[in-house]
């Protein structure tokens, strides 16, 4: 047999051994152009895409037949192909081809193949669902997290050039799906293809496109973009088959030189339950944290509140509500928005005097409960002191009595990871360590749920 009989035969041999998405996506339209001393075949396919597919994912399946048909070892190499024009029934021309080409009336012009050909159109992006009001603009930034908006700024402008990836961490109501939104706003702008999307719903498509048997277009979906941004990364771990399926999209996004922006609450090395393999590669590009807004920058953030909805106040009452909601982002704005209903309900003028009276009667659920009551609390059930949980000692009962103290912390009290490590005199790092150990030994400690549990107990009633 001639190469063109080998490769025909192989090709027949592909379109039953492959599933029906995978080889419509990628191999419908592939063609053999020559061969290389009959031991390399050099086949011709519609566009860079299929092309990156099939000599990275599909080479050694392709390669296998071919080799069973002919019997000796071979080799294959990819190019993007320009179809020339049909001369007429050619023997050598595959079955398509030859269809198409039988299609032709004698007298009309020859016409270009790829004009003949209705080509698959690339799969749709699933919406982005982006906030209008998620943009750079309307970003407040203080000192406190200047640099994860300078590095936020540098991706958009340089994508997979400045950083890549790029991870932001930190705890809720801070401003990462913000600073996520308003790198996809941005690139949208510049003509990038580009996805955002929670991870949640990247577990979705993965488990439609499994049900649907259309796995081959879902790839197609996420690989092909030029920015993909995943929210809330921390929701796949111990999802396997997501794990695998996100393991694989970012090595082909990183390979051929896209730009990966993700999101979480944790640092990656907090993330127990992620593969090892992908807690490395996020660990391998750019990771940045998002702090709580400092006192001027939540003021600044009101100010900018204020113009949109076209007042002007008083600038003690920003003051005022910017010491009063301290934690983060969402809670000033849930502070913000009250004082508003409230003044237009009841027609009262936001000075500072009015403003102090009406966020008295705004309270947070567990709002009597305070880091140092919980330090008090956690030390007594320990029979240890406060100073001894603060303090620099690590002895292996005062650490488990520290992490179990800013488990609860974190759980009843609403500070912010910073102010908790403040407490304890450690990073914010340290304490995101000891909660999500807590949180593991939960799951098979029952000592350690009773006493948590009877710690719970005595805060909430006040003991």
């Known amino acids: 047999m001639n190469s063109q009989d080998i490769w025909k035969s192989a090709y027949h041999q592909l379109q039953l051994q492959l599933d029906r998405p995978t080889f419509d996506t990628w191999l419908r339209d592939a063609v053999l152009l020559h061969s290389k001393n009959d031991h390399t075949f050099v086949v011709g396919v519609r566009n860079s895409y299929a092309r990156d597919m099939l000599q990275h994912r599909l080479y050694r399946e392709i390669r296998r037949v071919l080799m069973d048909v002919c019997g000796y070892s071979v080799e294959l190499e990819f190019e993007v192909y320009t179809a020339p024009k049909v001369d007429g029934d050619d023997s050598d021309d595959m079955p398509l081809f030859k269809l198409l080409a039988q299609q032709e009336t004698p007298t009309s012009a020859p016409v270009p193949l790829h004009q003949q050909i209705a080509r698959p159109q690339r799969a749709d992006l699933p919406e982005c669902e982006l906030n209008p009001r998620y943009t750079f603009d309307r970003l407040i930034i203080g000192g406190e997290n200047e640099m994860a908006y300078s590095a936020a700024m540098a991706v958009t402008e340089r994508p997979a050039s400045a950083y890549n990836p790029f991870f932001i961490y930190g705890d809720v109501g801070l401003g990462k799906t913000h600073l996520l939104q308003a790198i996809a706003h941005a690139c949208i702008a510049r003509n990038l293809r580009t996805i955002y999307i929670p991870s949640e719903v990247f577990t979705n498509d993965l488990i439609d496109s499994i049900r649907q048997r259309s ?7 996420y690989r092909s973009v030029d920015v993909l941004l995943i929210d809330d990364v921390q929701f796949i771990a111990g999802k396997d088959s997501t794990q695998e399926e996100f393991f694989h999209t970012f090595n082909a996004l990183y390979q051929f030189g896209k730009q990966i922006v993700i999101a979480s609450d944790r640092h990656p090395r907090e993330l127990a339950t992620l593969e090892a393999r992908l807690r490395s590669r996020f660990e391998g590009g750019l990771v940045m944290d998002i702090q709580p807004p400092a006192l001027e920058t939540r003021i600044a953030i009101l100010k900018g509140w204020s113009r949109e909805r076209g007042v002007t106040l008083d600038a003690k009452v920003y003051e005022i509500v910017a ?4 934690m983060n982002v969402r809670e000033l704005e849930g502070v913000f928005n009250q004082m508003m209903a409230t003044a237009q309900l009841s027609r009262t003028p936001l000075r500072p005097e009015a403003a102090q009276e009406m966020l008295e009667n705004y309270r947070r659920p567990r709002h009597h409960i305070t880091l140092h009551r919980v330090v008090d609390v956690v030390a007594d059930q320990h029979n240890l002191t406060a ?56 799951q098979t400690d029952l000592i350690t749920r009773a006493v948590i549990e009877e710690i719970r107990g005595r805060l909430l009633n006040g003991e």
């Open 323 to 326: 010491e009063r909601a301290n």
């Open 387 to 442: 100073g001894d949980l603060m303090g620099p000692r690590r002895d292996g009962h005062i650490n488990n009595a520290r992490q179990i103290a800013m488990y609860l912390a974190r759980e009843m009290t609403g500070a912010s990871l910073t102010q908790i490590g403040g407490t304890f005199g450690r990073k914010h790092t340290t304490v995101l360590h000891g909660c999500h150990k807590v949180t593991e030994d939960l």
């Open 215 to 221: 796995t081959a277009m879902f790839r197609d979906k």
